[in-house]
């Protein structure tokens, strides 16, 4: 079965800095897809960026990117400038071969500081 | 708006006693999942349906039942069995067949039981 761990339970930032979350997942698959979401106080599930394990180029999304080590088996999310408003929990995902979703990690808690 | 709609947002109910969770789509989707979330464990996968009368356990299966009558709709029961009930629990919905569609999510709801 699939793992994925996040290894910081806790970040804090200052607003307009940059901060990186880390993931790292286990698999034997070569096919899979991976995921961050974002939790906020509201408890809305919202998908923040995606990569295909196939594609070499980092996904991007506005201030948000990875950094996707296949080799490392490691999806870092990189979250540039950051604001008030991405105070929340994140959670990597990944997604393979089989029919039954995604498996979550237990989640980073983003605090950012004014 | 398509969404997903999961109804109540709290919920109570006294130990011994079933209740079920409603969780209603509208996003023409095949396959749905529940997940439960506790503090610090991240989601964890209950059911998942891929099509109408078919469903499958997730990772933590016991104590709950999950029907799929229709497209749109897939409630899950929380039995007396279930020996923690009390937790977060979240409805998503994503297109079948397509691994880099992400799950769709609804706001959850809250289940207390004393």
């Known amino acids: 079965a699939q793992t994925v761990t996040q290894s910081q339970p806790e970040m804090s930032v200052q607003e307009a800095e940059t901060v990186t979350l880390s993931c790292t997942y286990d698999t034997s698959e070569s096919d899979y897809y991976l995921f961050w979401y974002k939790q906020p106080p509201s408890r809305q599930m919202i998908l923040v960026i995606r990569?295909?394990?196939?594609?070499?180029q980092n996904a991007t999304e506005n201030r948000f990117s990875v950094n996707f080590q296949k080799a490392a088996k490691s999806f870092s999310l990189k979250i540039s400038d950051s604001q008030l408003g991405d105070a929340a929990m994140y959670f990597c995902?990944?997604?393979?071969?089989?029919?039954?979703?995604?498996?979550f990690g237990k989640g980073t808690h983003l605090i950012i500081q004014p | 708006d398509g969404g997903i709609t999961q109804s109540p947002k709290y919920l109570f109910r006294k130990e011994g006693q079933n209740v079920t969770l409603s969780c209603e789509q509208n996003?023409?989707?095949?396959?749905m999942y529940w997940y439960r979330q506790d503090p610090g464990q991240g989601l964890r996968l209950i059911y998942y349906?891929?099509?109408?009368?078919?469903?499958q356990k997730g990772d933590i299966a016991e104590g709950y039942s999950v029907s799929r009558e229709k497209k749109e709709s897939f409630p899950l029961t929380v039995t007396s069995a279930q020996k923690n009930p009390t937790a977060f629990y979240l409805c998503?919905?994503?297109?079948?067949?397509?691994?880099?569609?992400?799950?769709?999510f609804g706001n959850g709801t809250r289940l207390t039981v004393t």
């Open positions: 990569q295909e394990a196939y594609k070499q």
């Open positions: 995902a990944y997604r393979g071969g089989g029919a039954d979703g995604l498996t």
């Open positions: 996003l023409n989707h095949d396959a």
């Open positions: 349906s891929q099509i109408v009368n078919d469903f």
């Open positions: 998503a919905s994503s297109i079948q067949g397509q691994r880099n569609s992400p799950l769709h």
